[in-house]
């Protein structure tokens, strides 16, 4: 359904994931075998993935360990610096080395670029609260280091962060509880370097549903295709939006050997539902092809992350259909103004609403808080703070994790859950025999007209949303629009035909940079200059930006009638009358206009 990105921070962040990692049956934490996991509680162990590997001398598919997640994403070195460095300790004191001289050679060999900083001290909220503490002090006569009860350090420590939070909205917390969140926020110490980006890949609550109650083979198969479709979605990732950045301010965006990532495969909500999802934490660390090792540019990573989650979505119907005859068919979104979602045909919906519980808490929530904003406020929310609100509504409405169980007692608890609901062991048996090699409908002829017509609703759609786009925005959207009409081994030359198409000068009209076009050596740059695909390296992929003839027709019509005479206009005491009825109705005492 939907990839979701959130940074890394160095330090203990990679904890959460090494925590969720089945460690026997006494105890939710250990260094037991993790070799059967079915039978024990807690996740799978994580497993290395991508090709950057390859430099690390780590093969993809090995099983992750605490201490190399510690090394890479704690520290920023390679992943098997313990081994490594004792390895050259051993050896060099064996020989008669100086210590000295061998622990800075051990350290250099686990290095991996820079180490991340450690960083400490006041942020601006800390060093504001001191300076209020210092003058409240001084004004009732004290030394301005004198100790401050804690009731009134709270109430000055409420005023100063009342004032931040005005200054940085440009309005006053709704309640306590905002003010409170604000306060945490920026309360926290300076913040640490950025270790990696874990990109969550989630399929459509039926995927899920379906995997929970079918016969185990079956649900292996489910999860070979979520991870199928997952290995392809990152493998766009590193072929199409994989960089770093060198020069001054970083100018020049130059090629990688690779990501190197952990890959955690998890299997319920913090509510305990069936919810299949891969955590792909991406270390920010890459190697350039001159042997260095770099931070990854994470600008790539962002933008890119619709075409990542749209092609997850994509590649898993073509698995679930090639392995097991799984057809999707669109369902209304619970949510107003929302594309339908493509369910798997033949799971009920009762069943998925039931196990969406937890996505409808947070939109009950999240609906609640925009009505309090807008009463508030008399506006709506900006899509900034409505992003605001739903991370606070997925805060408050966040269940306490219950205790981890086996993958056979989650399996024979959503057995039992699933039959109660639908009316008994019959009913799941029935269910899942009736969502399996199911018959492919007609699918069009993939022609050059075909594509022609796709890439026209590709631009129109993406016209309709923007005023110019990008490279990314249309391979997104070409992903929607192709789904469900192609077969699986048409994927991806369909799609990349439907995008240049739809990049075209007859359909979109590329928008020139004036640096470039004043710069031939940015057009047709020298081969140390180039990136692999051939573009110059001082020129930022994808960025590229277009629009079209109707957009461009849209926008001078409306400049030709701004400047036309003649325009209906209300008299001065005619407002002057209403605003003066609207004051005057009791029905809106306490609510006065704004300016507007």
């Not at 100063?160 to 940085?168: D, Q, S």
């Not at 549903?209 to 999860?223: E, H, N, R, S, V």
């Not at 001078?556 to 009638?561: A, P």
Request: neutral net charge; contains cysteine; glycine residues 6%.
């Amino acid at each position: 359904m939907t990839a979701t990105l959130h940074k890394i921070l160095a330090g203990t962040s990679y904890l959460y994931y090494q925590r969720q990692v089945a460690a026997a049956d006494a105890t939710d934490l250990g260094t037991s075998s993790l070799a059967d996991y079915y039978s024990t509680r807690g996740e799978a162990p994580g497993t290395w993935h991508g090709t950057g590997l390859t430099a690390l001398d780590i093969s993809a598919g090995e099983q992750v360990t605490e201490d190399q997640m510690r090394s890479l994403f704690g520290l920023g070195r390679h992943p098997n610096a313990t081994a490594i460095e004792y390895q050259i300790l051993t050896d060099a004191i064996g020989k008669g080395a100086n210590p000295k001289d061998a622990v800075h050679a051990a350290k250099q060999a686990s290095r991996l670029g820079k180490a991340f900083p450690a960083r400490h001290g006041d942020n601006t909220f800390r060093t504001r609260c001191a300076q209020a503490y210092r003058e409240h002090n001084l004004a009732h006569g004290l030394d301005a280091n004198a100790a401050i009860d804690e009731d009134t350090r709270a109430r000055i420590r409420t005023e100063v962060a009342t004032t931040m939070f005005v200054e940085n909205y440009d309005r006053a917390p709704l309640d306590d509880r905002e003010l409170s969140g604000f306060v945490a926020r920026i309360s926290r110490p300076q913040s640490a370097a950025v270790a990696g980006f874990d990109i969550t890949f989630s399929p459509v609550k039926s995927v899920s549903a379906l995997w929970a109650i079918a016969p185990k083979p079956i649900a292996d198969a489910i999860q070979a295709a979520h991870d199928a479709a997952v290995d392809d979605a990152i493998a766009w990732l590193e072929n199409n939006a994989t960089y770093t950045r060198l020069g001054t301010g970083g100018v020049r965006q130059v090629d990688v050997e690779g990501l190197v990532a952990a890959r955690f495969t998890h299997r319920e909500s913090r509510s305990g539902d069936p919810d299949l999802h891969t955590h792909m934490l991406i270390a920010n660390r890459v190697r350039t092809l001159d042997g260095k090792w770099r931070t990854l540019d994470g600008a790539h990573i962002y933008r890119n992350l619709v075409v990542v989650s749209e092609i997850y979505n994509t590649r898993l119907e073509h698995h679930l259909e090639t392995s097991l005859g799984i057809g999707f068919t669109e369902r209304p979104a619970p949510i107003p103004n929302k594309r339908p979602i493509r369910e798997i045909s033949g799971i009920p919906n009762e069943l998925i609403r039931h196990w969406s519980r937890r996505d409808a808490a947070i939109n009950d929530r999240l609906g609640t808080l925009a009505v309090s904003f807008q009463q508030q406020l008399g506006r709506e929310p900006t899509p900034k703070e409505m992003f605001a609100l739903a991370e606070r509504a997925t805060l408050e409405t966040r269940p306490a994790k219950h205790l981890s169980r086996s993958y056979a007692q989650q399996r024979h608890d959503w057995h039992t859950d699933a039959a109660t609901l639908l009316g008994g062991t019959k009913a799941l048996q029935d269910t899942t025999s009736s969502v399996l090699h199911r018959p492919t409908g007609a699918r069009p002829t993939i022609d050059e007209a075909w594509i022609s017509r796709t890439a026209d609703e590709v631009v129109a759609i993406v016209s309709g949303q923007r005023s110019v786009w990008q490279h990314h925005h249309i391979r997104a959207e070409t992903e929607r629009q192709t789904r469900g009409h192609i077969h699986p081994t048409q994927w991806p030359n369909v799609v990349e035909a439907v995008v240049r198409e739809a990049l075209s000068p007859t359909k979109s009209l590329a928008r020139s940079d004036p640096d470039i076009t004043a710069e031939p050596v940015l057009q047709h740059p020298p081969t140390a200059l180039q990136r692999r695909d051939g573009t110059s390296v001082y020129t930022v992929p994808g960025s590229q930006t277009y629009t079209s003839a109707r957009r461009l027709g849209t926008e001078q019509r409306l400049l030709n009638l701004s400047i036309q005479p003649g325009a209906r206009t209300l008299a001065p005491d005619l407002i002057a009358d209403a605003i003066h009825t609207y004051n005057t109705d009791p029905a809106n005492h306490g609510k006065p206009l704004n300016p507007g």
